[in-house]
């Protein structure tokens, strides 16, 4: 997205302006259109006026010639009266006629009334003119007091901008705080903080991920280092072998750790998934036969109905694993886990639970952060690095599902893997 970066307040200053220059336009057009219509209808009348007073000037008053046309004439009227003798009184026009009217009077005469156009467009010219002057200065201090109030009505962007600044000089912990989120500003800046709140959580997050899990790693690797060189100060064949199982220990158990850490960073970077028809049930009988052959006295056992997914199986069988291996670390040797697979609507279920000390319920969802163990059974000793259900969770939903901690049906803790049924 390539965001275009004109100035707001430009932008807002010269778009009202010409809006306002739009509407002074139109504005100038219909009232000028108007005045012309007014100013027709107004001669017209005028004339029909003025030719009735004409009838009855010379039926009631006996006014004839000259004198006839001096009382008509007058408002920018002019007179044309022809006698029966053919004798004439008044003007000819000296310019294009508006309007006219000829009458026959009682005694015989014919009158005829006119306007002439120079009249009414002189007053239209003049009435341009003023529109037009008022519209211009209207303009201009509509453009004066748009800079000013535009200024102030975009003051809360600058506001942010000083906060964004701040926070990006290292200044963390401020915010805008709208007093209104109803409005676009206050919708913004609830955003903004929003933002904030999720980045600075995220970093704290990832300062605190990253101090644990060198503190994580300092451990396995102090040993692999304290391992080495008392190897190399022994002289003795059985401390020798013994220094070499704890190296090997050791080890495993940092490369354990990291191959935990690329993970989870696979998973924050867009896990690749390659999807297939899988069957629920299927994995589970799998993880349940490789937890035998690691313990064959343990008792763990799947159960339920078929659920076909669409979903990568090697990433659904580490799902399993993570599960069933915290699951038996959790109850010991002689604990008990079930596998249980079933579909309820659109989703298909797995449940995997366990007889061991169980989860309290305020750490339910505290459980799936990184580098998080709640007791014994999850300690370091287990060679679990507290990574194992956050990439769980991490790869259901990434297969569009969610991994939770759910009430068990009895003593012991229990985790529900929902995915939704392949099509």
């Not at 005469?109 to 519209?135: C, D, F, K, N, P």
């Not at 692999?224 to 190897?231: D, F, G, M, N």
């Not at 059974?377 to 599902?401: Q, T």
Request: charged share 25%.
């Amino acid at each position: 997205m390539n965001l275009r970066t004109v100035s707001l307040r430009r932008r807002v200053t010269v778009s009202a302006i010409a809006v306002l220059g739009i509407v002074l336009v139109a504005l100038v057009l219909v009232v000028d259109a108007m005045f012309m219509s007014q100013s027709v209808q107004d001669v017209e009348t005028t004339l029909l006026d003025k030719s009735r007073n004409a009838q009855t000037l010379v039926k009631q008053q006996r006014v004839r010639g000259a004198e006839l046309v001096n009382r008509l004439e007058g408002r920018g009227v002019q007179a044309r009266l022809v006698m029966p003798d053919g004798t004439e009184h008044g003007h000819l026009p000296a310019d294009e006629v508006t309007n006219k009217v000829t009458r026959d009077l009682p005694d015989g005469s014919t009158i005829t009334l006119y306007v002439e156009s120079s009249v009414i467009t002189v007053a239209q010219t003049r009435l341009r003119r003023l529109l037009l002057l008022v519209g211009f200065g209207s303009l201009a201090v509509t453009a004066v007091a748009l800079v000013w109030v535009v200024r102030r009505a975009l003051a809360p962007l600058d506001s942010m901008t000083t906060l964004a600044r701040s926070i990006a000089r290292g200044d963390r912990g401020h915010r805008l705080n709208p007093a209104r989120t109803d409005n676009e500003l206050g919708r913004t800046a609830a955003a903004f903080d929003d933002m904030l709140d999720s980045l600075e959580g995220s970093e704290e997050r990832t300062k605190r991920f990253v101090a644990d899990a060198a503190h994580e790693l300092r451990t396995p690797i102090a040993g692999v280092q304290a391992v080495s060189e008392a190897l190399m100060q022994t002289g003795s064949a059985e401390e020798r072998e013994r220094l070499n199982l704890l190296l090997v220990r050791e080890s495993r158990r940092a490369g354990r750790l990291v191959d935990d850490l690329l993970a989870l960073a696979r998973i924050d970077a867009g896990l690749e998934l390659h999807r297939e028809r899988v069957d629920l049930l299927a994995l589970a009988e799998a993880e349940v036969g490789r937890a035998r052959l690691l313990a064959p006295e343990f008792d763990i056992a799947a159960e339920g109905e078929s659920a076909y997914v669409s979903g990568d199986p090697q990433r659904l069988a580490q799902v399993l694993a993570n599960l069933a291996d915290n699951a038996r670390q959790a109850t010991g040797p002689s604990g008990r886990v079930r596998v249980r697979v079933s579909t309820v609507g659109s989703y298909a279920w797995l449940v995997v639970s366990d007889n061991g000390p169980g989860v309290p319920p305020d750490e339910r969802d505290r459980i799936f952060d990184r580098l998080v163990r709640l007791d014994e059974a999850r300690d370091r000793r287990s060679g679990g690095s507290g990574l194992g259900l956050s990439i769980a969770r991490g790869v259901v939903r990434a297969h569009g599902g969610e991994l939770s901690c759910i009430d068990p049906d009895g003593p012991g803790a229990a985790f529900q893997v929902r995915i939704p049924l392949a099509d």
